[in-house]
């Protein structure tokens, strides 16, 4: 596979032009603070409006809405695990955000989507720990089962996005 069809980059995910961006949601959908906060704020009133139409999400799971005011078309809107120190399921729910996004990318026949650094945030997922997993997740399922998708994991720190670079460089 081309390692151009899994890039880190630094930046404000809410400003990717690309067919999609993933959203790192609360359970509720309807808007929070860090990346939810901003992605809600920039989409507009609309975003809230669709949200509430569709009863939450689950950890682990993924939904679909438009983009609205964003230059993405799409927002696929997933949620992480709260760490609870590695005992409640959190590494395989992290990687069921990744997985289940992509799969909704695909079936919606996307081919550009952006990730943020799910649960690094406020969920407190250990950065180094979310990457790992992340990357390989990510790896493993552009190669294996979506070979047209390309994914940019945007995030919002340099410290972040090294994480992400050295994961990332380990698969090479």
């Known amino acids: ?5 899994l890039l880190v980059t630094v930046g404000d995910i809410t400003c990717f032009v690309g067919d999609a961006i993933v959203n790192a949601a609360n359970p509720s959908l309807l808007g929070g603070g860090g990346v939810d906060g901003a992605i809600h704020r920039a989409a ?3 975003l809230l409006a669709e949200c509430r139409t569709l009863g939450g999400c689950l950890p682990g799971q993924a939904k679909i809405t438009r983009g609205y005011r964003l230059p993405a078309r799409w927002i696929i809107h997933t949620v992480g695990p709260i760490w609870r120190g590695g005992q409640h399921h959190e590494e395989e729910l992290l990687a069921d955000c990744h997985r289940n996004s992509l799969a909704l990318a695909a079936q919606h026949g ?3 989507l952006a990730f943020p650094a799910i649960s690094t945030g406020a969920y407190g997922f250990p950065v180094e720990r979310a990457s ?6 990510l790896w493993t399922d552009l190669t294996k089962t979506y070979p047209t998708l390309q994914v940019t994991l945007v995030c919002f720190s340099e410290a972040t996005a ?3 670079c050295r994961a990332q460089a380990t698969l090479f």
């Open 110 to 112: 996307l081919q550009t």
């Open 44 to 46: 507009g009133p609309e």
């Open 1 to 5: 596979m081309d390692r151009d069809r």
């Open 132 to 137: 790992r997993i992340a990357v390989q997740t």
């Open 162 to 164: 090294e994480h992400y």
